[in-house]
């Protein structure tokens, strides 16, 4: 599996970005998907996942309600719209896929990781 992650930028404190992860390689519709970030100085962290079908839907606390993560099967693609942003959304969103159908918040838990792209929240 081959992830392309894009739509990261500069944005200011309250606007929005849209990001996008395009995924080749194998069935798209045969593995869930997920959104991590990463801070400088900080962990990988977990952002949002969603099923395979794109019926279910997880997020991390800190994002839910401003975040909402999609997909397109027909077209390959996952999106993650942001909403309300904060400065401390701050970081380097990847996109990331399992080995099958696994829906988890554990970086170690996925496989394929997209290249990342960076946005940036200023206050």
């Known amino acids: 599996v081959q992830l392309q992650a894009f739509g990261g930028g500069l944005v200011q404190a309250g606007g929005s970005l849209r990001l996008s992860c395009a995924a080749s390689g194998r069935t798209f519709s045969s593995y869930s998907m997920g959104w991590f970030r990463q801070a400088p100085g900080k962990e990988r962290e977990f952002v949002a996942a969603i099923s395979r079908s794109g019926v279910n839907t997880y997020y991390a606390d800190s994002v839910k309600g401003r975040f909402t993560i999609s997909r397109d099967n027909a077209e390959n693609t996952v999106y993650l719209q942001m909403n309300s942003l904060k400065p401390e959304d701050t970081a380097v969103y990847y996109c990331?896929?399992?080995?099958?159908?696994?829906?988890?918040?554990?970086?170690?838990?996925?496989?394929?990781w997209g290249q990342g792209t960076l946005v940036t929240v200023s206050s």
């Open positions: 990331a896929a399992p080995d099958g159908n696994l829906i988890s918040n554990s970086p170690n838990d996925y496989e394929y």
